[in-house]
């Protein structure tokens, strides 16, 4: 039963992400909107919905932390092995925009983060400034998106929502979203038995699938929407997703949660996850300036990153380190 619901979950999981990629595709097109505005905003922010579902949860009843932990893992995770799975079966290229406005966003935002965590609590003005910022960001996308729309002919979007075309991308991305949801949800619960079958006796169970079983599945929405997307050469979706998701998780889920109610931050999280958050966000800011080209040997180191981040983790929680 736990092999038939990884199975489904991964097959849902991949239709969600074709779908998803289908509507985003059909929306900029009919929108006359770049790709790479409806992957930063639209699909990034679906992808990244059940991290701010499990954060919320988690904080209503009483476990405020436990969004750091998850926002944490998904960044390192988003880039060190989405990305790198990514660019290893499908190279992507990094446009203008990327380098220019969307990279250095989501550094801004981990920054940011970081600075608002170095006094071990992210306070309710605080969580109120990173909403603020989010809105802002979104807004001036759009409606640079919408201006450029505007100076290529198209005064309104108005007679593009008229279109059977809009409806139709409208209704693949919801299809999508949902997709990705209860698919990575099925996913993750015959991944977490089965690794629970074959871990049985060992101390160090609940610690290992959580670090690799759990991490790997709350990332499989974005790593299915990104590999689908460059797979179809939609690589502007695929980066915009990846970098949008990351922006997202700080400002939006770790905002939302902190105005809920305020977020201990610990040491571990502050001496140890946090340097590697930042130096995944700078190792692709590295990365990325280094040629338009994000490819094979880029999606090796990239993923070599997160093989030793959880091979540290797990050590650091047997003692070894």
């Excluded at 990884?6 to 289908?22: C, P, Q, S, Y």
């Excluded at 988690?58 to 405020?64: F, I, M």
């Excluded at 893992?73 to 203008?96: C, E, K, Q, Y």
């Amino acid at each position: 039963m736990d092999i038939v619901l990884l199975i489904v979950g991964l097959g849902v999981l991949i239709l969600g992400g074709e779908f998803l990629v289908k509507g985003a595709v059909g929306f900029s097109r009919t929108m006359k909107i770049s790709p790479l505005v409806v992957g930063m905003t639209v699909v990034a922010f679906g992808t990244s919905a059940p991290e701010l579902i499990v954060s919320l949860t988690s904080a209503l009843e009483g476990n405020p932390g436990i969004a750091i932990g998850n926002v944490v893992g998904s960044n390192v995770a988003n880039i060190a092995l989405v990305l790198g799975v990514t660019v290893l079966i499908f190279p992507i290229v990094a446009d203008r925009q990327t380098k220019r406005v969307d990279l250095p966003m989501m550094l801004f935002t981990t920054f940011l983060f970081f600075f608002f965590a170095k006094d071990g609590m992210l306070e309710l003005y605080e969580g109120i400034i990173m909403v603020a910022i989010i809105v802002t960001f979104t807004f001036l996308l759009i409606r640079g998106a919408r201006n450029k729309s505007i100076r290529e002919g198209n005064e309104d979007w108005e007679d593009e929502r008229k279109e059977p075309s809009y409806w139709k991308s409208l209704l693949f991305l919801h299809i999508g979203f949902v997709g990705l949801y209860f698919g990575a949800d099925w996913f993750i619960q015959g991944a977490v038995s089965l690794a629970d079958i074959l871990l049985h006796g060992n101390p160090e169970k609940d610690t290992i699938i959580g670090v690799t079983v759990v991490a790997f599945g709350t990332s499989a929405p974005e790593l299915v929407a990104s590999t689908v997307a460059a797979y179809r050469k939609e690589t502007d979706i695929s980066i915009g997703n990846l970098i949008g998701s990351n922006i997202f998780n700080i400002l939006v889920v770790l905002g939302i949660t902190s105005i809920v109610k305020p977020i201990p931050v610990t040491k571990e999280v502050l001496e140890f996850d946090m340097f590697w958050v930042i130096g995944v966000a700078l190792l692709l800011l590295v990365i990325i300036a280094i040629g338009k080209k994000i490819g094979r040997i880029k999606g090796a180191i990239l993923l070599s990153t997160y093989v030793a981040y959880i091979v540290i983790i797990l050590l650091r929680v047997k003692g070894v380190i």
